[in-house]
């Protein structure tokens, strides 16, 4: 024990001595040869070198103690959990993060330049007996969490790309990364060029704030070198899937408060969970941004708020359908693929549309969780054919076919007060409909029709088949679009809102949402100039479309022949 906590203590003396004698102008060529004088200068005056980084290996907090002490080293506050190397170390040596206690320190060093740094002291507590020795030999071999840090002074988003991108330029390559809770800070990790000309390996961007969306982009790059970690992460979607729709169903985000955090045996009493198995779910909801975890509890972030009933744009009701009559219907997509038979009809005996209907509970529950991609809906009340129609003189109105509980009618109206709505739906979805519109106050401007396609009522002005056509084939397609043809004045509108798939395969929603539908009604997601054609066989064309957020986009459909405008 006294040999290998001298050999740590030297490791650790070592790192102490090299923050002392650098500075960041010095050190930035060191790490990076290929910078040229503007950049240099321009990462000098954005970057400061903080401190240089070290993973030890103590039996217990009283041998870290000694360990600091014999360098001369004071840590200002007692160690706090590492999420960041926890995580890495679990995935490195396939153990469970749970147990891996890593905790961080950061006593100070002062610089020969005076600068007020750190040495930045990554523990992992390795107790005798624990099985953990392996670990703790490989780690030391190879030095991965070693590594020197800069902290960005102005945490601009485009600052921080900017920033990247010159560190790739020079060689430096995307090693990892995380969002750090307890400290409200994102890293970036990089592996440095062959010619680097110190013993580091990596370099740290440490940026205050939580800065998720653009780490997302730096751990792509970085799994892109990694297949095995790539692959391995795609397997266990399933269990983010799972984890989203328990939270949600045990309404733990209804328990939580996004401005505190709330002891987990607090909110297992609430929910009626078991406050151990509670929070190891919750502590994988803090790797997904749903919450984040600090010593007053857990605290629920914007992301994991969505999954709240009374959230404005509530997406509660999306992931129990996603965890529920989908997710079973997901495992049998290999019969899907290998048979053709639609996987929901397959294990439920029918379509879903009709197996929906039969229950009330879960035909509300699916009707909200198509409200709940309401996002999509955002830019469609400023079409210009709807803008125009609002214009009419002797007003307009708007016809929603299979229009669900609402929710985009209702967004038509309350932009347009001079237009009135028709929604036709099955009798459960216009009872639904109805309340909803009524809560609005926009319940006497719009009619409710109970019926089929073959209901469409006429003499509309503009109708609007949202999300429709994606569930079935091509010839329902076409017997739906003729029935919406037959109904249209020669001057009226169609609007279809669909996801379209990229002519190119580049990377889309709908590419997901193709396989979705498949397995789940039997239905397709299709390109632009698919739909064309099914227009075109109906006696319809497409005059236009307009991107919408989600992958989406407004089809703008008239009659063949009309005018366009």
């Given at each position: 024990m006294i040999t290998t906590l001298s050999g740590e203590?030297?490791?650790?003396?070592?790192?102490?001595?090299?923050?002392?004698?650098?500075?960041?102008?010095?050190?930035?060529?060191?790490?990076?040869?290929?910078?040229?004088?503007?950049?240099?200068?321009?990462?000098?005056?954005?970057?400061?070198?903080?401190?240089?980084?070290?993973l030890?290996?103590?039996?217990?907090?009283?041998?870290?103690?000694?360990?600091?002490?014999?360098?001369?080293?004071?840590?200002?506050?007692?160690?706090?959990p590492s999420v960041v190397v926890r995580d890495r170390l679990a995935l490195r040596h396939r153990r469970r993060a749970a147990d891996l206690d890593v905790r961080i320190l950061r006593p100070a060093v002062t610089?020969?330049?005076?600068?007020?740094?750190?040495?930045?002291?990554?523990a992992l507590?390795?107790?005798?007996?624990?099985?953990?020795?392996?670990?703790?030999?490989?780690?030391?071999?190879?030095?991965?969490?070693?590594?020197?840090?800069?902290?960005?002074?102005?945490?601009?988003?485009?600052?921080?790309?900017?920033?990247?991108?010159t560190l790739a330029r020079c060689g430096a390559t995307p090693d990892g990364g995380g969002y750090n809770p307890h400290e409200n800070g994102t890293v970036f990790y990089f592996g440095l060029p062959v010619e680097a000309k110190v013993g580091y390996r990596r370099v740290e961007l440490y940026v205050p704030g939580d800065h998720r969306d653009l780490l997302a982009a730096h751990l792509d790059e970085h799994?892109?070198?990694?297949?095995?970690?790539?692959?391995?992460?795609?397997m266990t979607g399933a269990w983010t899937t799972q984890a989203l729709a328990v939270f949600a169903e045990l309404r733990v985000p209804?328990?939580?408060?996004?401005?505190?955090?709330?002891?987990?045996?607090?909110?297992?009493?609430?929910?009626?969970?078991?406050?151990?198995?509670?929070?190891k779910l919750l502590r994988y909801l803090a790797m997904l941004g749903a919450v984040t975890e600090g010593r007053d509890g857990f605290r629920l972030t914007a992301r994991g708020a969505l999954l709240r009933a009374d959230a404005p744009a509530s997406m509660r009701a999306l992931a129990l359908m996603y965890g529920g009559p989908f997710y079973r219907s997901f495992g049998a997509l290999g019969h899907t693929v290998r048979t053709g038979e639609v996987a929901f009809e397959h294990l439920f005996g029918e379509h879903h549309f009709g197996h929906f209907a039969r229950d009330p509970e879960l035909?509300?529950?699916?009707?909200?969780?198509?409200?709940?991609?309401?996002?999509?809906?955002?830019?469609?009340?400023?079409?210009?054919?709807?803008?125009?129609?609002?214009?009419?003189?002797?007003?307009?109105?708007?016809?929603?076919?299979?229009?669900?509980?609402?929710?985009?009618?209702?967004?038509?109206?309350?932009?347009?007060?001079?237009?009135r709505g028709v929604l036709l739906e099955r009798p459960h979805a216009v009872a639904a409909a109805r309340r909803r519109l009524a809560e609005a106050g926009l319940g006497a401007r719009c009619d409710f029709l109970t019926g089929d396609f073959a209901d469409v009522p006429a003499g509309g002005d503009v109708y609007v088949l949202s999300r429709v056509l994606h569930d079935w084939e091509d010839e329902r397609c076409r017997e739906i679009l003729r029935h919406c043809a037959r109904a249209m004045p020669g001057h009226a509108d169609l609007l279809v809102v669909e996801r379209l798939l990229p002519a190119d395969g580049s990377v889309s929603l709908a590419t997901a949402w193709d396989l979705h539908m498949m397995c789940n009604v039997g239905g397709r997601e299709r390109q632009a100039a698919h739909y064309e054609r099914l227009f075109a066989d109906a006696g319809l064309a497409l005059v236009g479309r307009t991107p919408l957020p989600l992958d989406g986009h407004v089809l703008h459909v008239r009659k063949a022949g009309a005018p366009s405008v």
């Open positions: 203590t030297s490791r650790l003396r070592t790192t102490v001595e090299f923050v002392r004698e650098q500075d960041t102008a010095t050190l930035l060529p060191l790490l990076l040869p290929g910078l040229d004088g503007p950049e240099l200068r321009a990462l000098v005056e954005r970057c400061r070198f903080s401190h240089a980084a070290l030890v290996f103590p039996s217990d907090e009283a041998e870290l103690t000694a360990m600091l002490g014999d360098c001369g080293l004071v840590a200002p506050a007692p160690p706090r610089g020969a330049d005076g600068a007020r740094r750190t040495v930045e002291v990554f507590t390795v107790p005798p007996g624990s099985g953990l020795d392996g670990v703790a030999a490989h780690e030391r071999e190879q030095q991965h969490e070693a590594h020197v840090a800069f902290d960005v002074t102005a945490p601009d988003p485009l600052l921080l790309r900017g920033l990247c991108a799994r892109a070198g990694q297949p095995a970690e790539t692959l391995l992460r795609l209804d328990a939580m408060d996004t401005g505190r955090g709330v002891p987990v045996g607090e909110l297992a009493r609430e929910v009626g969970a078991r406050p151990e198995n509670l929070a035909a509300e529950l699916f009707d909200r969780s198509m409200a709940a991609g309401a996002a999509m809906f955002d830019p469609v009340p400023t079409h210009a054919a709807l803008a125009a129609a609002a214009e009419a003189p002797a007003g307009a109105t708007v016809v929603d076919i299979a229009g669900g509980n609402g929710e985009l009618l209702g967004r038509v109206l309350a932009a347009h007060p001079r237009l």
